[in-house]
C-alpha cells in the first residue's frame, strides 16, 4: 500500500511505540541510527568515481572473499554509528572475524545488531544497485559480558530486521515483526519518508532468480523445479516464467518484495561441504523474517530459515524464497527426494 500522508521514518517509529507499543526507545535508538549510517553508506556509494570508494581493499574476510574498498568502509560506518548510543552490547558482521563488543568507555545496551554491511559487492564497480542488510537480536539472559554465543539464536528471535537498497532510489525496508514498512530517501530533506506500509508478496509468481551459470553443480531437486519453470507453456507448470538474477540479494528480494517472484541460492556441488553461499545470520535470517512479514516463505529448501539454530556466526545456509507458492512446490521437490 502506497501512502499519501508524509511520515517520516522518525515519526513512524514513536507511532509504532505510542501506538502499538512495539518498541522500546533503545530499539527505535537503534533503527535510526542504522538508517542514518544507510544515509552516509549511500552518499559513498553516490560518489562513484569521484570518491575513493571503488576497487579492492587489498584484503580479504573470514570467508576467504577479497574485501572491496566500499565493504571496509561501510562496515566502518556502521560501527562507527552504533557503538555510542547505549542501545548495543555487540555487533557481529560479514567483515569481521569475530563479534564488535561495545568499548568500556560507552553503556551497554541489551541489543545485538548483526549486518552484511554491503551485499552485492560484485556490483560496486559496474553501477548496478547494492545494498545493506542487518538483522536485530535481544541478548538473553542475565550474565555479564557478551560473547558470540549470545549471537546465536534462530532467526524467529529477531527483534527487527531489514536492508538498504541503494538503486536508482534509495530506499529502506524495515520489519518490527509486525508487516513490512518501505522509506524512500527524499536527497532534498536528507530524510526517509514512508513510501509502503503493509507490503505484500503475491502468492503466485512468474519470475524466478538463481544464478544460471551453476546449473551443472545443482542437486536433483533444483534441477527438477528450475527445469519445469524453463519448460513454460509447454511443461507441467503450464505457463511461461521470466528470469531476473541481479547478483545482489538485496536488490532481488527487493523485486519479490516489489512485484513477487521466487529467489534461489541452493546447495552446490561446486563446495559440497557447505550448505550454500548466503550466510545464515546476516544474511539470510533478516530477509527470511522480512519475507514472512510480507506474507512470503523462506526456506532451505527443507525446513523454515527462521526455525535453524545457528553454531557459528559466518554458517551459510541454502536459500529458497519469495511467492508462498513458489516456495512450497521448491520446498516439496527437496522433501520427497530420495
Ligand atoms: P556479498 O557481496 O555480501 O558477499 O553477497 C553477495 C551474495 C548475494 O548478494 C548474491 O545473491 C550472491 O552473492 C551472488 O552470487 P553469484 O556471484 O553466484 O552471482
Ligand atoms: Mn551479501
Ligand atoms: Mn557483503
Known sequence: MSTSRRVSLTQYLVEQQREHGRIPPELRLLIEVVARACKRIAIAVNKGALGDILGSAGTDNIQGEAQKKLDVISNEVLIEANEWGGHLAAMASEEMDSIHVVPNRYPQGEYLLLFDPLDGSSNIDVNVSIGTIFSVLRKVGHTRG?????????????????????????????????????????????????????????????????????????????????????????????????????????????????????????????????????????????????????????????????????????????????????????????????
Open 146 to 338: 557478551v560473547s558470540e554465543e549470545d549471537f546465536l539464536q534462530p532467526g524467529k528471535h529477531q527483534a527487527a530486521a531489514g536492508y538498504c537498497v541503494y538503486g536508482p532510489q534509495t530506499t529502506l525496508v524495515m520489519t518490527l515483526g509486525n508487516g513490512v514498512a518501505m522509506f524512500t530517501l527524499d536527497r532534498e530533506t536528507g530524510s526517509w519518508v514512508l513510501t509502503s506500509t503493509e507490503v505484500r508478496i503475491p502468492e503466485d509468481t512468474k519470475e524466478f532468480a538463481i544464478n544460471m551459470s551453476n546449473q551443472r553443480h545443482w542437486a536433483a531437486p533444483v534441477t527438477r523445479y528450475i527445469g519445469e519453470c524453463l519448460q513454460g507453456k509447454e511443461g507441467p507448470r503450464g505457463k511461461d516464467f521470466n528470469m531476473r538474477w541481479v547478483a545482489s540479494m538485496v536488490a532481488d528480494v527487493h523485486r519479490i518484495l516489489t512485484r513477487g517472484g521466487v529467489f534461489l541460492y541452493p546447495w552446490d556441488q561446486r563446495e559440497p561441504d557447505k550448505p550454500g553461499k548466503l550466510r545464515l545470520m546476516y544474511e539470510a535470517n533478516p530477509m527470511a523474517f522480512i519475507v514472512e512479514q510480507a506474507g512470503g516463505l523462506a526456506t532451505n529448501g527443507l525446513e523454515r530459515i527462521l526455525d535453524i539454530t545457528p553454531t557459528k556466526l559466518h554458517q551459510r545456509v541454502a536459500v529458497v524464497l519469495g511467492s508462498a507458492n513458489e516456495v512450497k512446490r521448491a520446498t516439496g521437490y527437496h522433501l520427497e527426494a530420495p
